[in-house]
């Protein structure tokens, strides 16, 4: 993959009837000039002023937003998704994804999608925007993180009922999370030794067993064993107790055992700024903590916070893995 000279980032549209679009307009009028990217989408879809490309080094040149222009089947009507549409949203990531395949782009920064849309109609069968885009780049293995300056936290399991996580946090999949993990961290963060500190699944992380098995069992004999190869890692540790701001200070990414011991601290931290980050892609993936607001879509009150962030921090991990600053 022949890379960009400068990081280009492809926004995709997401659902053209949700917050995508009027984000894209108002992180480029606060980021122009500092992080070069470009939208993906109908150019009937955006109220705000464009400058058509043809391809993505003409976003350096643009006056307005840079858009390369995809056709979508229907108009789009705020708030009201078009089945018609379904099609046209799957399409643009492919897009993103072949153009940053092919080194045209650096990296893909991806606007929140209604995934019930796609999987009603238009044939999607995948969980989300994550599984698709593993697909897309031939890869099985790839790991969530929610990213701000505050805190770097994976969940191992996602979206799963609480009940099945013990079933679903296998020694298999707990390692090979660490690994994606810390391999992301010096690649893309740039830290060549990096600190993770490993929550345990129980209260007070089983309490010697009294709370709970799977520390002793599983997750204490693995951190053990990859700390015998080297990894940095802290754990297991009470989750109640480990994202305080002192504790942050002794790591450099958490991983969590399920989706909400995960979330809960970082979206307490940095609500409005959290970025959601594809570990374990061969290319960059980002995207806003957030999605697509139907409910305030074309009322123009949505908060840009989110996704610029997660353009900025597309840009940073581009310049990390092709050696700029």
Same mark, same amino acid.
């Given at each position: 993959?022949?890379?960009?000279?400068? &990081?280009?980032?492809?926004?995709?549209?997401? =659902?053209?009837?949700?917050?995508?679009?009027?984000? @894209?307009?108002?992180? $480029?009028?606060?980021?122009?000039?500092?992080?070069? *990217? *470009? *939208?993906i989408g109908d150019p009937k879809h955006v109220l705000a002023e464009t400058? %058509?490309?043809? /391809?993505?080094? +003409?976003?350096? @040149?643009?006056?307005?937003?840079?858009?390369? &222009?995809h056709a979508f089947a229907a108009p789009a009507t705020p708030?009201?998704?078009?089945?018609?549409?379904?099609?046209?949203?799957?399409?643009?990531?492919?897009?993103?994804?072949?153009?940053?395949?092919?080194?045209?782009?650096?990296? #893909?920064?991806? /606007?929140p999608i209604s995934k019930k849309e796609l999987v009603d109609h238009a044939g999607f069968d995948f969980p989300g925007h994550t599984e698709f885009l593993a697909h897309l780049a031939g890869v099985e293995d790839v790991v969530m993180m929610l990213a701000a300056d505050e805190l770097k936290v994976v969940p191992a399991t996602?979206?799963? &009922?609480?009940?099945? #996580?013990?079933? /679903?946090?296998?020694? =298999? /999949?707990?390692? !090979? !999370?660490?690994?994606?993990?810390?391999?992301a961290m010096t690649r893309d963060f740039g830290i060549a030794s990096p600190r993770i500190a490993?929550?345990?699944?129980?209260?007070h992380a089983?309490?010697?067993?009294m709370l709970g098995g799977e520390e002793n069992a599983m997750i204490g004999p %693995?951190? =053990?064993?990859?700390?015998?190869?080297?990894? =940095?890692?802290?754990?297991?540790? &009470? @989750? +109640?107790?480990? *994202?305080?701001?002192?504790?942050?200070?002794? $790591? +450099?990414? @958490?991983?969590?055992? $399920?989706? +909400?011991?995960a979330l809960i601290p970082i979206k307490t931290l940095a609500f409005d700024r959290g970025v959601n980050v594809t570990l374990g892609l061969p290319f960059v993936r980002t995207s806003p903590d957030h999605g697509t607001a139907f409910n305030i879509a074309g009322k123009g009150i949505a908060d840009p916070t989110s996704l610029i962030e997660a353009l900025k921090l597309a840009h940073r991990m581009a310049q990390a893995r092709t050696g700029q600053t």
């Open positions: 993959m022949t890379q960009t000279a400068l &990081p280009l980032i492809a926004l995709t549209c997401g =659902d053209p009837s949700g917050i995508g679009p009027e984000l @894209a307009a108002a992180a $480029y009028g606060v980021l122009r000039g500092e992080v070069p *990217f *470009f *939208f400058t %058509l490309i043809e /391809a993505p080094q +003409d976003a350096l @040149a643009a006056r307005h937003l840079p858009l390369m &222009p708030g009201k998704p078009s089945p018609a549409n379904a099609q046209g949203v799957v399409e643009v990531i492919a897009r993103a994804v072949g153009l940053v395949t092919s080194g045209a782009a650096s990296a #893909v920064c991806t /606007a996602i979206h799963i &009922p609480l009940s099945n #996580v013990p079933r /679903a946090l296998t020694a =298999d /999949a707990l390692e !090979t !999370t660490i690994r994606i993990t810390a391999a490993i929550a345990g699944l129980n209260p089983g309490e010697g067993g %693995l951190c =053990d064993r990859m700390r015998a190869e080297g990894f =940095d890692l802290q754990g297991p540790l &009470p @989750a +109640d107790t480990m *994202f305080h701001a002192k504790a942050r200070l002794g $790591y +450099d990414v @958490a991983i969590a055992m $399920y989706h +909400d011991q």
